[in-house]
């Protein structure tokens, strides 16, 4: 099965940015929707973008107009851009291929992304 490594998180100050890099160790093509997920403890979880292989993208309104959701198939890779980030956005962020509204492969380590003064 295909494996997922996230990268890109780290410290940033409110109003940063982030890009955030989700690599897979095979072809992404298969997964029509490729997303990002974060979570963080005593917070519910969100999924926070999604992306299909035409390039439609979905975003909630917590995101919306300051996160971009990117892919790049000859690179296996799905990006997440993170703009004017909030202290509300820390979290440890994964990535993962959705089907019938499930994550469907193994989820990697996340990357921590944590947004303070």
């Known amino acids: 099965q295909v494996q997922l490594v996230e990268s890109g998180g780290g410290l940033v100050q409110p109003g940063g940015s982030l890009r955030l890099s989700c690599a897979a160790s095979?072809?992404?093509?298969?997964?029509?929707?490729m997303g990002w997920y974060r979570q963080a403890p005593g917070k519910q979880r969100e999924l926070v973008a999604t992306?299909?292989?035409?390039?439609?993208?979905n975003y909630p309104d917590s995101v919306k107009g300051r996160f971009a959701i990117s892919r790049d198939n000859a690179k296996n890779t799905v990006y997440l851009q993170m703009n004017s980030l909030k202290p509300e956005d820390t979290a440890v962020y994964f990535c993962?291929?959705?089907?019938?509204?499930?994550?469907?492969?193994?989820w990697g380590q996340g990357t921590q992304v944590t947004v303070s003064s």
């Open positions: 095979g072809s992404i093509l298969g997964f029509n929707t």
């Open positions: 993962n291929a959705l089907r019938g509204g499930y994550f469907v492969l193994t």
């Open positions: 992306i299909t292989n035409s390039g439609s993208t």
